[in-house]
Nanobody, 126 residues
Framework: QVQLVESGGGLVQAGGSLLLSCGASERTFSPSAMGWFRQAPGKDREFVGSISWSGAYNRYADSVKGRFTVSRDNAKNTVYLQMNSLKPEDTAIYYC???????????????????WGQGTQVTVSS
């Protein structure tokens, strides 16, 4: 499986912004889609957002719509998560994921993705 690495996490004040990135080392990496998930202590891993590699598909969780944006740079094998207007409830470990199934048409569940990063911590203070 392709190994993914997230970066960009940290501690921010409520209302602040962070940009997370996730890259793949494989030059031949060509996923159908990539996504972001997050997991807070004591909670299940939840969907945040996803994007098809063509850029035609985007999906966001209701809790982050209008605040977070998923984008990708195909040439750099990188997906980004721009997080604005951060809230304390956004505090979690954020994971990126990739799917290589060319026949899938939606990506909103962790079972839709076969490759995962190790996660990066985002902490939002009130």
């Amino acid at each position: 499986q392709v190994q993914l690495v997230e970066s960009g996490g940290g501690l921010v004040q409520a209302g602040g912004s962070l940009l997370l990135s996730c890259g793949a080392s494989e030059r031949t990496f060509s996923p159908s889609a990539m996504g972001w998930f997050r997991q807070a202590p004591g909670k299940d891993r939840e969907f945040v957002g996803s994007i098809s590699w063509s850029g035609a598909y985007n999906r966001y969780a209701d809790s982050v719509k209008g605040r977070f944006t998923v984008s990708r740079d195909n040439a750099k094998n990188t997906v980004y998560l721009q997080m604005n207007s951060l809230k304390p409830e956004d505090t979690a470990i954020y994971y990126c994921a990739a799917d290589s199934n060319p026949y899938r048409s939606s990506w909103t569940d962790r079972r839709d993705f076969g490759s995962w990063g190790q996660g990066t911590q985002v902490t939002v203070s009130s």
